[in-house]
């Protein structure tokens, strides 16, 4: 087949191919039918996120994993016999995490490449970095992750190494890797303390303003609201981990400066190990005044969203801090789940309803769409008066031309 060239069109190195993908969850009881397919959107938008094709679903219901195989033998000949009909599919992506044993199993059975929850994540992760510092927290993560996976995804080298110059006292080639790991994790380590303290300094030489942090699920708009507050130009775009530096922007509002810091998003299962490599990026969050939970009210799973942010900003040590409900994508919301025969009258009611939940649920909250600008009127009004207490507090001998 020949190649399709496009004049014009800048090129660099080989053409990356596009990858064809199954994915694959395991059902546990305590998991919803809605639920269940919920989930498995999401790692489709991971997976295209990364770049790859989702070719079809596999899901199987189990009280538990299979120690082998993670899914049970039955299902392992299901999508093997998938695979064989379809040899443009490239890899298998599963929904959980697997061992390094689960992993060697399956790729023996199935013959494609396979890859786990985390390990997508943190491949999108490392396509998105661009900072020294978010480049050598993935890196530290991926190792991190990777250390106690060694055994199972080198059992072919348990056994002792031979050769000249390699025998020693007693050492395996897993015990080899293992420090080998170790050193580049120890390294890492250094490199991201020192940038810490340089993080530390910038943020000591600030002039004595209140910390304002955006924080929520990924895409649910933090970046678009954060460039409509600050009239700047940061990336947003409907993919998952758009953001991945922490941004740090002034913003006045008339004649009152804040700081606006834009995070990265949080996401269901998000790898423990990834969470602790970028606390230092985090300590955004962690030193704000205010915090601006901003929600995608359109989600079906909105609530669930919810709860995995403030279950990561408690691990954070952040979950007590002052927070604003920002409930965003109301546009969205109304295509969504308003049909044509409603009503004004009706329309009104249920939205009237799904606020007041939502205030005697979450506190402090704000119904906003930052696409089209509805309620940003209402948001400033209430998060100016949020600042200004927090002035008062914070900085109570400070000269404030704004009251």
Known sequence: MAKEWTLGEKTSGLKKETEHAVLVSLITPNVTEPQAHEYMDELQFLAETAGAITLKRFTQRLPHPEHRTFIGKGKVEEIREYLDRHEEVTMVIFDDDLSGKQTNNLEEALKVKIVDRSTLILDIFASRAQSAQ?????????????????????????????????????????????RIVQYRMNILEGRLKDIDRQNQTQRKTRTEM????????????????LNYL???????????????????????????????????????????????SFKSTLDEVRESDILLHVVDIAHPQFEDQISTVQQTLRELGAGDKPTLMVFNKMDLYRERWFDDLLDED????????????????????VFISAYTNEGIEDFRERLTRLIKETYVVRYPHQVKSWV
């Open 230 to 276: 600050s009239k700047s130009e940061v990336l947003a775009e409907n993919k998952l981990f758009a953001t991945l530096d922490t941004t740090v922007r002034k913003v006045v509002f008339n004649t009152m400066p804040f700081l606006l810091s834009d995070t990265v998003g949080f996401i269901r299962k998000l790898p423990h190990h990834l969470v602790e």
């Open 210 to 225: 209140v910390r304002v942090a955006l924080v929520g699920y990924t895409n649910v708009g933090k970046s678009t609201l």
């Open 346 to 365: 009706t329309r009104a009611e249920i939205e009237s309803d799904l606020r007041n939940r939502m205030f005697h649920t979450y506190g402090e909250s």
């Open 134 to 178: 978010a480049r050598t927290q993935v890196e530290l993560a991926q190792m991190k992750y990777l250390m106690p996976r060694l055994r199972g995804l080198w059992t072919h080298l348990e056994r002792q190494a031979g050769g000249i110059g390699t025998r020693g006292p007693g050492e395996t080639q897993i015990e080899t890797d293992r």
